[in-house]
């Protein structure tokens, strides 16, 4: 079965970073681009970046230039998201999905909700 | 930066069609992708390249792409497409883009 698994659901303080992964099973990992979406409670969908996982070439949305790191790990299947600085508008559910069928996210993960409270 | 505005929401009783547009500058020049979104859901890809449908998305949602503006089209509405939806487009100069997201409430 073709999956990504995300980790679970993570709280910080503001100004901490959080690191959430995504790992992909039922197909081959380096052979679709991984990109990383958020939504915060009852709005719309956010892009955040992207990542060839075969040559770990990534893009940026720029509003997020500087802050975020998108990573793999090959051996695992992995792919990693981290963000830092994090403030209270942070709070979201984040989301990894693979691209596959015309540019489009066709394998989406079942996100994972990041709070940032004091 | 390249925006994308849908309506907030679109209403439609059983049966009927609903459009829900997507407009951005020379929009017609990229290509456009549908999400459907159902509460505590991740989105699921309903429309790709503008008009093709992905293995398993039922014939009645479709979509265009012309000038400044998308749309998707549900024919034959039905109760279980209540949900939020998503234009999604890309090239090269502006990377990926969502859209405002329309809600579609079946009466």
């Known amino acids: 079965q073709v999956l990504l698994v995300q980790s679970g659901a993570e709280v910080r303080k503001p100004w901490a970073s959080v690191k959430v992964s995504c790992k992909a099973s039922?197909?081959?990992?380096?052979?679709?681009?991984i990109n990383w979406v958020r939504q915060a409670t009852g709005q719309g969908l956010e892009w955040m970046g992207w990542?060839?996982?075969?040559?770990?070439?990534?893009g940026y949305a720029q509003r997020f230039q500087g802050r975020v790191t998108i990573s793999r790990d090959t051996s695992i299947g992995t792919a990693y998201m981290e963000l830092r600085y994090l403030t209270s508008e942070d709070t979201a559910v984040y989301y990894c999905?693979?691209?596959?069928?015309?540019?489009?996210?066709?394998?989406w993960g079942q996100g994972t909700l990041v709070t940032v409270s004091s | 930066s390249y925006e994308l505005t849908q309506p907030p929401s679109v209403s439609v009783y059983p049966g009927q069609t609903a459009s829900i547009t997507c407009s951005g500058d020379k929009l017609g020049n990229k290509y456009v992708c549908w999400y459907q979104q159902k509460p505590g859901q991740s989105p699921v890809l309903l429309i790709y390249e503008d008009k093709k449908r992905p293995s398993g998305i039922p014939a009645r949602f479709s979509g265009s792409n012309s000038g400044n503006a998308a749309t998707l089209t549900i024919s034959g509405t039905q109760i279980v497409d209540e949900a939020d939806y998503y234009c999604q487009a890309w090239d090269s100069s502006t990377d990926y883009v969502f859209g405002t997201g329309t809600k579609v409430t079946v009466l």
């Open positions: 990542m060839n996982p075969s040559s770990g070439s990534t």
């Open positions: 039922g197909y081959t990992f380096t052979n679709y681009d």
């Open positions: 999905a693979t691209v596959g069928l015309g540019a489009g996210f066709d394998l």
